[in-house]
């Protein structure tokens, strides 16, 4: 949990209450002035070689490595994830995020040309393609995977030739630190990548502050504050936002199996993932399933997770486990029944017992849309056009699974899925894959991060076009020779663009 205490942020472990770290807030009055020292930086770092740029980004992935332990516990300590989820979650994943972009990037980011082809009939000439940065790239990030889900969108930003300003959660002040000092170690020059620390008002402060492009990652509400603030004053904006996602079970699904990769899918990161499992709809009867993810659920070991052996730790805040008990209750007087869990244990922390719900209409889902806790519903359907109908029903749209052995049968279903990831026989892992395209659809969010796409949001393109001076070009004849000119676009459409 933070606390913003005397303008100084302090952030506690939400399983002990122990103080893991704090950090004085960044007066709102200098943001302005680190955004201009950022693009002060920027300057000269995008006329950088790309080899230069790619040696820079080596060292900072190779000290993530190096510390990679600490990282761990850090994680473990202020966000409450055991330490095995911290490092197979956010550490690995960051540092083939990185390297993907080192291997990657000078291929993708080099420029290129485009011929006219058939319109060369009307002496149009070679576009030459060339990407150009932003300048300053703000990014506000997020607490729940304070490593993965910031420090892949900075080194893509740097490795376009950006320089990056950029503020942690105030939930995660101490990772936010830690990934700033392997930052400047890195010897990045001075000021291309600097932090701003606070809570909405900084956030706000560096929309103002003069970037050229936003990046922000979180909760709905908090997301659409940003682009509003980003639409008034025309920045464009990337905007990673909640899921809820759905789940589909095919009739040929394995019970045993499925139930635990769902379970997990649901639960890890104790369910503040936004890609986690929250509605599974199943072809046939749910109660086996609901039954199988309650059994599931009931086993895993809630508690501190320093602790040899605990599976699912805390909440992030005391907040935000009140928020998420209201929308459980909420789901019950809608028609869900509890399976298991439903409470908070007793004691200190902010724990919440892995919870399976049994609906039997669609009034509990909406009851629990954008719930960022341990819970699964679920639903029985009457065929996979149903389920269809049902998953797509949401208004977040940032992944979907479908479970099924015949996977002829679960790709025809996941084609018809509105998601910006889709996965068969399988759940949350896939937002790992260094190379894809991560981000959602409607209230999930707009565009991507990661891979080639997340690449090419920190650049924009720029074609150049040339003719030797003289010489025959269109605009030397149009005035006074229209007959002429007008013969010519008659054959030219009757070539390529006969009627019907």
């Given at each position: 949990?933070?606390?913003?205490?005397?303008?100084?942020?302090?952030?506690?472990?939400?399983?002990?209450?122990?103080?893991?770290?704090?950090?004085?807030?960044?007066?709102?009055?200098?943001?302005e002035a680190i955004v201009r020292r950022a693009g002060e930086a920027q300057a000269g770092?995008?006329?950088?070689?790309?080899?230069?740029?790619?040696?820079?980004?080596?060292?900072?992935?190779?000290?993530?490595?190096?510390?990679?332990?600490?990282?761990?516990?850090?994680?473990?300590?202020?966000?409450?994830?055991?330490?095995?989820?911290?490092?197979?979650?956010?550490?690995?994943?960051?540092?083939?995020?990185?390297?993907?972009?080192?291997?990657?990037?000078?291929?993708?980011?080099?420029?290129?040309?485009?011929?006219?082809?058939?319109?060369?009939?009307?002496?149009?000439?070679?576009?030459?393609?060339?990407?150009?940065?932003?300048?300053?790239?703000?990014?506000?990030?997020?607490?729940?995977?304070?490593?993965?889900?910031?420090?892949?969108?900075?080194?893509?930003?740097?490795?376009?030739?950006?320089?990056?300003?950029?503020?942690?959660?105030?939930?995660?002040?101490?990772?936010?630190?830690?990934?700033?000092?392997?930052?400047?170690?890195?010897?990045?020059?001075?000021?291309?990548?600097?932090?701003?620390?606070?809570?909405?008002?900084?956030?706000?402060?560096?929309?103002?502050?003069?970037?050229?492009?936003?990046?922000?990652?979180?909760?709905?509400?908090?997301?659409?504050?940003?682009?509003?603030?980003?639409?008034?004053?025309?920045?464009?904006?990337?905007?990673?936002?909640?899921?809820?996602?759905?789940?589909?079970?095919?009739?040929?699904?394995?019970?045993?199996?499925?139930?635990?990769?769902?379970?997990?899918?649901?639960?890890?990161?104790?369910?503040?993932?936004?890609?986690?499992?929250?509605?599974?709809?199943?072809?046939?009867?749910?109660?086996?399933?609901?039954?199988?993810?309650?059994?599931?659920?009931?086993?895993?070991?809630?508690?501190?997770?320093?602790?040899?052996?605990?599976?699912?730790?805390?909440?992030?805040?005391?907040?935000?486990?009140?928020?998420?008990?209201?929308?459980?209750?909420?789901?019950?007087?809608?028609?869900?029944?509890?399976?298991?869990?439903?409470?908070?244990?007793?004691?200190?922390?902010?724990?919440?017992?892995?919870?399976?719900?049994?609906?039997?209409?669609?009034?509990?889902?909406?009851?629990?849309?954008?719930?960022?806790?341990?819970?699964?519903?679920?639903?029985?359907?009457?065929?996979?056009?149903?389920?269809?109908?049902?998953?797509?029903?949401?208004?977040?749209?940032?992944?979907?699974?479908?479970?099924?052995?015949?996977?002829?049968?679960?790709?025809?279903?996941?084609?018809?899925?509105?998601?910006?990831?889709?996965?068969?026989?399988?759940?949350?892992?896939?937002?790992?894959?260094?190379?894809?395209?991560?981000?959602?659809?409607?209230?999930?969010?707009?565009?991507?991060?990661?891979?080639?796409?997340?690449?090419?949001?920190?650049?924009?393109?720029?074609?150049?076009?040339?003719?030797?001076?003289?010489?025959?070009?269109?605009?030397?004849?149009?005035?006074?020779?229209?007959?002429?000119v007008k013969r010519m676009l008659d054959f030219y459409c009757r070539l390529f663009h006969?009627?019907?």
């Amino acid at each position: 949990m933070s606390i913003l205490s005397e303008d100084t942020l302090i952030t506690t472990n939400p399983a002990t209450g122990a103080r893991v770290g704090s950090r004085a807030a960044t007066p709102t009055s200098e943001v302005e002035a680190i955004v201009r020292r950022a693009g002060e930086a920027q300057a000269g770092w995008q006329d950088r070689p790309w080899k230069e740029r790619r040696a820079a980004l080596t060292r900072w992935r190779r000290i993530l490595s190096r510390d990679r332990g600490r990282w761990a516990d850090l994680i473990r300590d202020e966000i409450g994830k055991p330490r095995v989820e911290a490092m197979a979650g956010d550490v690995l994943p960051t540092l083939d995020g990185l390297r993907w972009t080192e291997r990657y990037a000078g291929r993708l980011l080099r420029g290129s040309t485009v011929g006219p082809s058939w319109q060369r009939m009307l002496l149009i000439g070679v576009a030459r393609q060339r990407p150009i940065p932003f300048g300053v790239v703000g990014i506000i990030g997020t607490w729940n995977y304070p490593l993965f889900l910031n420090a892949t969108a900075i080194a893509q930003a740097l490795a376009a030739g950006n320089a990056v300003v950029w503020k942690p959660s105030e939930l995660a002040t101490a990772t936010g630190m830690l990934l700033q000092e392997g930052i400047d170690e890195a010897g990045f020059p001075t000021g291309l990548v600097a932090p701003v620390f606070g809570g909405a008002d900084v956030g706000r402060a560096l929309i103002d502050a003069g970037i050229r492009k936003a990046v922000f990652t979180g909760g709905v509400a908090g997301g659409r504050r940003v682009l509003a603030a980003c639409g008034e004053l025309g920045i464009p904006a990337v905007a990673e936002l909640s899921g809820f996602d759905p789940a589909i079970v095919l009739p040929d699904a394995p019970l045993g199996s499925t139930a635990s990769c769902i379970a997990w899918a649901a639960f890890v990161g104790c369910g503040q993932t936004c890609v986690a499992v929250k509605r599974v709809y199943v072809v046939g009867d749910p109660r086996p399933w609901a039954e199988e993810l309650a059994a599931a659920a009931n086993a895993l070991r809630v508690g501190d997770p320093s602790r040899e052996g605990t599976d699912v730790g805390p909440m992030i805040t005391d907040g935000a486990r009140a928020r998420f008990d209201d929308m459980i209750k909420a789901a019950v007087r809608a028609g869900a029944r509890v399976i298991a869990g439903g409470e908070a244990p007793g004691g200190p922390g902010w724990f919440y017992r892995p919870t399976v719900l049994l609906g039997e209409t669609p009034d509990a889902e909406a009851a629990l849309a954008g719930a960022f806790g341990p819970v699964v519903l679920v639903r029985g359907v009457p065929d996979a056009d149903s389920a269809v109908a049902a998953a797509n029903a949401s208004e977040f749209a940032l992944g979907a699974s479908v479970w099924g052995k015949d996977r002829t049968a679960a790709r025809a279903v996941a084609r018809r899925l509105l998601a910006g990831s889709v996965s068969i026989n399988d759940a949350v892992t896939p937002t790992a894959h260094a190379g894809a395209p991560f981000g959602g659809f409607r209230s999930s969010g707009y565009g991507r991060t990661h891979g080639a796409e997340g690449l090419r949001e920190f650049v924009q393109m720029s074609a150049t076009f040339e003719r030797p001076a003289g010489g025959f070009r269109p605009q030397l004849y149009p005035y006074g020779k229209t007959r002429m000119v007008k013969r010519m676009l008659d054959f030219y459409c009757r070539l390529f663009h006969p009627a019907a």
